[in-house]
Every structure is written in structure tokens, then in C-alpha cells.
């Protein structure tokens, strides 16, 4: 157990130096000049242009602004953008209100996702797995967007019951449906999951005993039955954690939240590729994190499973 | 029926009424599987009775209907596609077929336990062995933790499993085939049931494994004065073990019998190719007798007799007319025309006179 985790642990810091590479190159490699409409109407004056590119070391080759940059990361100091931003206090400020937004999320497709799930599961064939099934392709089909435009058209403009943007303070009430069309899509999955796992292991041996040695109803299905099917909805559950966090782009567009999406987007845009190259390793690392972790629940939610 | 056994087992007999009363009886169950393919009759009017302290075998070939019966009395098949169509499950006189679901649960454990074949598949791979037993203390008898897992404990001492303190926290993964089979026993067993229904709880095991577990269950049996129904298709488990035997052929009880009348003279054409198919030891060096045949798809079982297509004395009568179980001297029953003329010509078959169980009792 040890020794495997020390081993993925490990294998991190590959994987940090090639994503923080390949994402340096890549934003170095998108053609433009990132100094283009800094300057208001007019063009940019040469000395600015010249001053800039000194002190940002643009004209050293790749591989030295790749280990420039690396060798400040690991001395803790993030860098700034060109306007002179710390990156790290952005991050600070939109990290989060993301979240929030994913832990919303999260728990809607916990709460809806499961419980659907598991009634369907148990229920069988009829009227109630129909409407399930197709509603949830119906959430599947639709692109985020398009799920975020109507609901805030909707709810915000039409029936005015929510505000249609939220607040930069982005509180829980607030995050309440933008966590929901976040969300909407991984939630149909994990109904679905969660609907095949409690059809498949209803069956089970086991859950026929629990039934022959007298346990109450609701014993076998939430005890016995529940714990079992657990294990594909939570390492679904888990992977999608993180990309929950970097997958808010659309959601954090349409409402207008102060994220880490809206920044990544914005950065792109503006070709800040320090502060890409930071959040997308951000993001890769908390994507790592969350498998691991959910690897290592693994052996928490079937003991049969052992690591070494 | 039962008078056989008053001598023996009067002193427990405390209302005069009682004894008419076996702890459970079966009356003509019938019970359909309907799926896609067709209706599978696979119940067709199952009687049996079990009294306290007493081992009932029940005894036939795969599909024959043993673990159906027993997952009816139990309240445990999976409907649909099981259809009860009718019959009563007596427990103590009362139907439990027509009792409420809440009902039901309670007699589940406390009343009849039930031991499965694969004990790998039946025990929850998720939960400690100790949990699983536990969970029945605590659930049902509203013990404490602690005092459940001491119970816990005391039960896997019980059925004889080596440092129980340490066990209890194993799963069954962990466990050997026969340490399993002891612990679903020990679960069984935890609320002191009066019946215990155990399905073919030896097959998945290998033969030293399967003594003991047999041993063990007959023990605890007689300490508690438990009933038991064995389902099995191994004759030798059911010759050690057996007081009465029933065996099933398609759906229906063919024969009952006491176990050494059984062995002596078969009064069923099947039980008597049954007992032929036996490897003996006088007969060393021959073919084995197969029975002929397979037995009848469920969904369409022949007319008459369902066994005249394999049976060496099917006569025309056979293929019409359905035997009915009719009662034979010596308190044993048969389902076939010739009954009475395979006891009187007697048995030519596998229990010489010098077999201990063809010596140890008279009947017929």
C-alpha cells in the first residue's frame, strides 16, 4: 500500500514536466503577437515591444524559457502576465469559486444521478425507467450551452427567480444552476451507471441471502446492494471531479463567473502563456490527484481489490 | 404420516394437538417459470413435511425442482418470472404464502434459516465475515455492537472455525471453500432457527471438506433439535445424514420414504435406477448404469407418468394416466402404477442383507 502509492506519487513528476512542456510549446507555438492591442488604438510603440520581450526573455530559444520558467515554479514564485498581474493571486481569487461550482455540481450528480439510478435500478421496466432513460439522453444530447442558455433565459430573464449572472462573490445559492448544467450531462451518466450497476447486481447471490437470513428491505438495498454497485459511480464520480474544475469554460462563460475557466479562456485569447501553462498543469495535477485517489478507494469499496 | 416418529420424539411434544402438526409442511405447490421461451412447469404439486429434530433429504437431478421448493418456502424466488400458482408453506400450521411481507421477514432466520451451495457467491464479498453474522444480531435482535461482534465470535467457535477472535474481521475472499461453507452456517445459525434448509451446502467442496461440514451440521442439529431439509443429489450424503427421504423428478415428489426402507426397497422406478447408478464394490469392474435419457424439458413434460419415456417398466397405462402419491405400508409414499408390486417382488438390487443400513432397521 505504501510503497504503491509512493510509486504514483512518482509518477507525478513525469507527467509535470511533460504537460508543463507540451503546453509551453503549444501556447509559444500559436502565431500572433502577444504585445497586439496592448496599447489601446495605436500600435505598440518598438522600445515597449523591445522592453518587454528583454524582460520576459522572448527572444531566448524554447528550451531556456521552458527551464527559466520551470526553475521559477519550483521556487514557488508563479511569475506575472505582461500587464504585471501576480498569476498566483489570480489563481487565489477564481480557484475557489471553481470549486464551489464543481463541488455543486459533484453533489447534484450525487443526489439526483444516484437516486434516480437507484430507484430505476430496483424498479425494473415501466413508466418511471422510461422517462429516465430518454430524459437522460435528452440531457446527453445537449451541449452545455445550449442547456445554460435556456435555463438562464429561462429562470433568469423570463421567471425572473434567479439572477442571470452571478455575483463575483459567486455564493452557493447563487452557483445552484450553473452547478446544474455543469453538471447535467455527467449527471445522466451516472444515473445510467448507477441505473446498469443496481440492475445487474440485484441478482446476486448475495442479495438473495441478505433476503433468506431476514434482513429489512431496505437493509439489503442500501447496505448490502448499494455498496456493491458503488464502485463504478464513484471512480466515474472521481475522474469526473476533475474535469469538472476545468471543464467549467462554457458554464463559467455563460453565467459569468470568475473562474478558473473564464481565466483560462481569457488567457488563451491574450496569449498570456505563462499563466496557461500554470493553469493547465493545475488542472492536470488535480486530475491525477482525483484518480489516485480514487484508486485508492477502490480497495475501501471492495476489499478484494490489493495494491502490489 | 408422522405417528413413526411419536416414540421417539414425544417428550418434546408439549400441546396434545401439536403433534398433528409438523414444524413445516409443504401442500401441493406449484410453481411456473414464465419467460419468453415458454411456460416451464416447475412445480407441479410438491408435498413434504419436516418435524422438529429431523432430517429430511431431499433427493433428484439437477431441475428436478429441489431448490425451487425451498426458495418458495423461503419467500425468495425471483418473481417474475416465478409464478406461485398455488399451495400452502405450513410453518407451525400457519400459510407463510399468504402471510404479509413483514411476516415473512420475521420468520426468515428466526424461524427457517437457509444455507446456499456456493458460499464464494452467497456471502456479500464486500463486508467481513464477522459483519455479515453481526448484522444479524444487531438488526434483528437489537444488540450492540460489541455484544454482536462477541456473538459473532461465539458462532465461528461454534461451527468449529480456528481463532475465531481473528476471523471474525476476514472476508470471504480470505477464507477457504470449507471455512466459508462454516461461516454461512455460523450466519444461519444466528438466530437459533428452528429449520434449517440447507441447499446442496456440500457440492462445491472437495470430499474431506464435505464430511466435515456434514458432521457439522448434524451435530448441530441434534444439540438444538433443529429440523433440517438437505437438498442433495449424492445418495452417500443422504444415506449418513437422511431420516426420511423425498425424491424429486420433474416437478413433483415420486417417493418418500424412510431412509433404510428407501435404501432396502425402492418403491419408485427412478429411486431404484438411482440406487443402481452407485458405484458399488461387489460390482467392481462393470459399467456404471446410467439412467437412460435426460430428464423432461420443464416446459413440456410427456403425459402420464413424466417418467415412463426413461423407465424400464412403462407400460401403456404409463403414458396416459398420471400416478397419483399414494400412501404404502410402512409409512412411505409412490408415485407410480406398480408400486406395490416392486415392494412385494422385492429389490434386486444394491443393499445386500449384510449392508449395515439394510440390517440396522425393519420396515415393510
Known sequence: MGRYLLRRLLQFVPVFLGTTFIVYTLVWAVPGDPFAGKCGERQCPDTFVSLM????????????????????????????????????????NSAPITVRLAIVALLI????????????????????????????????????????????????????????????????????????VLGSISMAYVTRLTRTSITENKHADYVR??????????????????????????????????????????????????????????????????????????????????SLIVDLLYAVLDPRIRYD | MSTVYDGERGEFVAEPAADTVPLLAVKDLRVEFRTNDGVAKVLNGVSYH????????????????????????????????????????????????????????????????????????????????????????????????????????????????????????????????????????????????????????????????????????????????????????DLGVVAEVADRIAVMYAGRIVEQADVYALFRGPAHPYTEALLQSLPRLDLKGQDLKAIKGLPPSLTRIPPGCPFHPRCPRAVDRCHQEVPDFHPLPGDRHSACHFAHEMLVSGYPGSNPDKHSRGLSRGDA
Open chain 2, 50 to 233: 419436516v418435524d422438529a429434530g429431523e432430517t429430511l433429504a431431499v433427493l433428484g437431478e439437477s431441475g428436478s425442482g429441489k431448490s425451487v421448493t425451498a426458495q418458495t418456502i423461503m419467500g425468495i424466488l425471483d418473481m417474475p418470472p416465478a409464478v406461485v400458482l398455488g399451495g400452502e408453506v405450513l410453518f407451525h400450521g400457519e400459510d407463510l404464502l399468504s402471510a404479509k411481507p413483514a411476516r415473512r421477514m420475521q420468520v426468515r432466520g428466526e424461524g427457517i434459516a437457509m444455507i446456499f451451495q456456493d458460499a464464494l457467491s452467497a456471502l456479500n464479498p464486500v463486508f467481513t465475515v464477522g459483519f455479515q453474522i453481526a448484522e444479524q444480531l444487531r438488526v434483528r435482535r437489537g444488540l450492540s455492537r460489541a455484544e454482536a461482534r462477541k456473538g459473532a465470535i461465539d458462532l465461528l467457535d461454534l461451527v468449529r472455525i480456528p481463532h475465531a477472535k481473528q476471523r471474525v474481521r476476514s472476508y470471504p475472499h480470505e477464507f477457504s471453500g470449507g471455512m466459508r461453507q462454516r461461516a454461512m452456517i455460523a450466519m444461519s445459525l444466528a438466530l437459533d432457527p428452528e429449520l434449517l434448509i440447507a441447499d446442496e451446502p456440500t457440492t462445491a467442496l472437495d470430499v474431506t471438506v464435505q464430511a466435515q461440514i456434514m458432521d457439522l451440521l448434524r451435530d448441530i442439529q441434534r444439540e438444538r433439535d433443529m429440523g433440517l431439509i438437505l437438498i442433495t443429489h
Open chain 1, 209 to 290: 441471502t441478505a433476503i433468506a437470513k431476514g434482513q429489512p428491505g431496505r437493509r439489503v438495498v442500501f447496505v448490502h446492494l448499494l455498496r456493491n454497485s458503488a464502485i463504478p459511480v464513484v471512480t466515474f464520480l472521481g475522474t469526473d471531479l476533475g474535469s469538472l474544475m476545468g471543464g467549467a469554460i462554457v458554464t463559467e462563460g455563460v453565467f459569468n463567473i470568475n473562474g478558473i475557466g473564464g481565466l483560462i479562456f481569457r488567457n488563451i485569447a491574450e496569449k498570456e502563456g505563462v499563466m496557461v501553462t500554470t493553469i493547465v498543469t493545475l488542472l492536470v495535477l488535480v486530475y491525477l490527484l482525483m
Open chain 1, 53 to 92: 520581450t528583454e524582460r520576459y526573455g522572448l527572444n531566448d530559444p524554447l528550451v531556456v524559457q521552458y527551464f527559466t520558467y520551470l526553475g521559477k515554479v519550483l521556487t514557488g514564485n508563479l511569475g506575472e502576465t505582461f500587464s504585471g498581474v501576480s498569476i498566483s493571486e489570480q489563481l487565489l
Open chain 1, 109 to 180: 450528480q450525487i443526489v439526483i444521478g444516484v437516486v434516480a439510478g437507484v430507484v430505476t435500478g430496483i424498479r425494473g421496466r415501466g413508466y418511471l425507467d422510461n422517462l429516465v432513460l430518454v430524459s437522460t439522453l435528452f440531457l446527453i444530447s445537449l451541449p452545455t450551452f445550449v442547456t445554460g442558455s435556456v435555463l438562464q433565459i429561462l429562470l433568469g430573464v423570463e421567471w425572473g427567480i434567479i439572477d442571470p449572472t452571478v455575483s463575483a462573490q459567486a455564493t452557493w445559492g447563487e452557483l445552484i444552476v450553473p452547478g446544474f
